[in-house]
């Protein structure tokens, strides 16, 4: 299944209810991001038997994603027919056997569907029912039903690694419960959602799907007067824009609260504005007010120049794509420059009113930054980010590249993939497009997989030099091809660390692991993409031979019981011992 | 005479040339107007005439002549 991701993506649809309007919203929603997707449905209520008969044809279709989704008002129908007969301690345990009941299924998938990922959703019930009123004022209730099997949910995700939890019961909190449902489709076709709620969960669980594999923008570029405060400071001066504690300016203040925690998500903040940049830069490093200091930005461009020629600049500067990027500006003049000039920076409407701007962010958020997870690396890249800056100014003032690079004091430690290495693993796959041999896309699965496989070797480098601990930012995995050969499947350096020599040293180790397990030949892959050219040379430059050329993808081979490939004198290699890296 | 909106959401809901469309395109002339092609015809219509049909009408509204006459007497 490893390599169908970048090709094709199967979703199979479980409900209790009927999904075959989800299932066409989800479609739609998924091939606007591109992806290639087939959606199998259940028959209405049929997904026990589904699950349950190990030849049904959801095992046939050997799904990369299960979406289990369930109604509160199907699990508790009995309950909600007849809420007057369950006692309090009764609905705990009827909440916990419902959690059961799916807890089994759920077992079941990840047994027979390893690799697969398996999407569970918060449940909600109705708001106003016969128990109205009486809730919360007697032992009567309905609403702790859903309460007590949603925290069931958590548990349940907790024992299973491919488990998520898609958290409806907040969508429909959101959107209101009456724009939720629409009790027409209900009785005329089994559909328990409004076509309205139909469009927002579809975007919600391909925010999910999209997050699961790791497709979200990098960077969030913000103007600054009208945007990150009211007025204009060159103009107000740095005592009179709106940002305080008080009516306007604490919706700026809001609003940067919220960026401010984008930053500790792992969203790389930068600012491009029309501006002096002493008089911003002041209200960043004076402004009682200001939730944003310098250090929360990766980056920025303030000077009098236009915003594309800016934003290219900082895309440069971040060695990110300008497809990576979304911008923000209050000036709709400023916003239609930017999408006509740069169609890949993604640039949304926003709003006038500085009380809507914090929903607009966390909106914004929520559809082109989503997370499932939040590791170590995230809550660190903007302090990485700044201190390539830092090695820049070094590296200007070195002169030679070798005494820059001596200089850098780095230290670089290998080891193989383990529980604590996976997540940032497959994080990298899925990021990487610049110094990766042949962009292969994979999920935590496929790692975890792949590194439980004797026949495939997974190993990570962490860097780190004077300026920062880089994390990890590279990965090695090669699959065994013969009793002689190895293949490398995937080589990835973070862009951070391009010409470095660091690819010498992981190669150079990476040799020795295998020479360790008796092989002899090693065979590299380039497979070009539009943006991978930074990688082309290495082989050729390490002493791989040529020996296959084909539509552009090029094979190369080191016979490594021969040929070793030397560690540039300017790295410390540091072997990790298993489990070491946290 | 079919509004011309109307026209817009069966050609885009079932995938047809504008041409195509007239007050016979229903269920029996159009492949695709199925029970689930039925429901999203229905809710694309309420929503681009921001109106709501009530469930009884709904399962009558099986061509486009049928639609035009509820959307006229729904908009008068």
């Known amino acids: 299944m490893n390599g169908d991701h970048e090709r094709l993506t199967s979703v199979a649809l479980l409900s209790t209810s009927s999904v075959q309007l989800i299932a066409d919203a989800l479609c739609m929603e998924l091939r606007r991001f591109d992806w290639d997707v087939r959606i199998w449905q259940s028959g209405f209520n049929h997904y026990r038997q589904d699950v349950a008969n190990p030849a049904s044809s959801l095992y046939l279709e050997r799904p990369h994603v299960v979406i289990v989704h369930l109604d509160g008002e199907d699990i508790f129908a009995d309950r909600l027919r007849n809420p007057f007969d369950s006692a309090k301690d009764e609905r705990a345990q009827q909440a916990e056997k419902a959690a059961h009941e799916v807890e089994y299924y759920v077992d079941l998938l990840c047994e027979r569907l390893p690799d697969t990922l398996v999407v569970l959703n918060t449940v909600y019930l109705p708001p106003i029912h016969a128990l109205t009123g009486v809730e919360y004022n007697s032992d009567w209730n309905l609403g702790d039903l859903a309460v007590h099997y949603n925290a069931e949910l958590t548990r349940i995700r907790e024992r299973h690694r491919n488990v998520l939890v898609h958290d409806v019961a907040s969508l429909v909190m959101f959107a209101g419960y009456q724009r939720w449902v629409d009790p027409r489709l209900w009785h005329l076709a089994r559909c328990r959602l409004s076509g309205e709620a139909t469009k927002i969960l579809a975007r919600s669980l391909g925010a999910l799907l999209r997050a699961w594999k790791g497709q979200t923008r990098k960077c969030l570029v913000v103007d600054l007067d009208n945007t990150l405060w009211g007025g204009v400071v060159g103009e107000d001066g740095i005592d009179g824009i709106e940002l305080g504690e008080e009516g306007i300016g604490l919706a700026f203040a809001e609003f940067q609260e919220e960026l401010a925690k984008l930053v500790r998500k792992g969203v790389l903040l930068a600012i491009c504005s029309k501006n002096n940049e002493a008089d911003a830069l002041d209200v960043l490093r004076r402004h009682p007010s200001v939730r944003l200091r310098e250090e929360a930005f990766a980056a920025w461009r303030i000077n009098w120049r236009d915003k594309a020629t800016n934003l290219r600049e900082l895309a440069a500067e971040l060695n990110i794509g300008l497809d990576s990027f979304v911008f923000i500006d209050d000036n709709a003049a400023e916003r239609e420059l930017v999408r006509t000039s740069l169609p890949d920076v993604l640039v949304p409407d926003w709003p006038q009113d500085p009380s809507g701007l914090k929903a607009a962010l966390l909106d914004l958020a929520v559809r082109h930054f989503p997370r499932v997870s939040i590791i170590a690396e995230d809550q660190a890249r903007t302090a990485m980010y700044r201190a390539e800056g830092q090695r820049r100014v070094l590296a200007a003032s070195s002169g030679s590249l070798e005494t820059y690079l001596r200089s850098l004091d780095m230290v670089a430690e290998i080891g193989f993939a383990d529980g604590f290495s996976i997540p940032r693993i497959a994080q990298l796959t899925q990021k990487t497009n610049q110094f990766n041999l042949t962009t292969r896309r994979y999920t935590e699965a496929d790692i975890r997989g792949m590194a439980a496989d004797p026949a495939t070797l997974v190993m990570w480098l962490r860097l780190r030099d004077r300026f920062a601990d880089c994390g990890i930012i590279g990965v090695f995995i090669a699959r065994q091809c013969n009793c002689r050969a190895w293949v490398i499947d995937t080589l990835l350096l973070s862009c951070r660390v391009i010409g470095r020599n660091v690819e010498d040293a992981f190669l150079a180790v990476a040799c020795q692991a295998l020479l360790g397990r008796g092989m002899k030949q090693l065979v590299g892959e380039h497979v070009p993409t539009p943006k991978n050219m930074p990688a082309l040379d290495v082989y050729r430059r390490l002493g791989f031979e040529l020996i296959q050329e084909i539509d552009g993808v090029t094979r190369w081979q080191l016979v490594i019981s021969e040929k070793q490939i030397a560690i540039p004198e300017w790295i410390a290699v540091r072997l990790a011992a298993e489990g070491q890296y946290a | ?76």
């Open chain 2, 1 to 76: 005479m079919l509004d011309a909106r109307l026209v817009g959401a069966i050609s885009e809901i079932f995938g047809l040339p504008r041409d195509d469309v007239n007050p016979k395109s229903g269920r029996d002339t159009i492949i695709g107007w199925d029970s689930v092609g039925h429901l999203k015809l229905i809710l694309r219509v309420e929503e681009v005439f921001r109106l709501r049909f009530v469930s009884t009408q709904i399962p009558g509204l099986v061509s486009a002549a049928a639609i035009q006459e509820a959307l006229d007497r729904l908009q008068k």
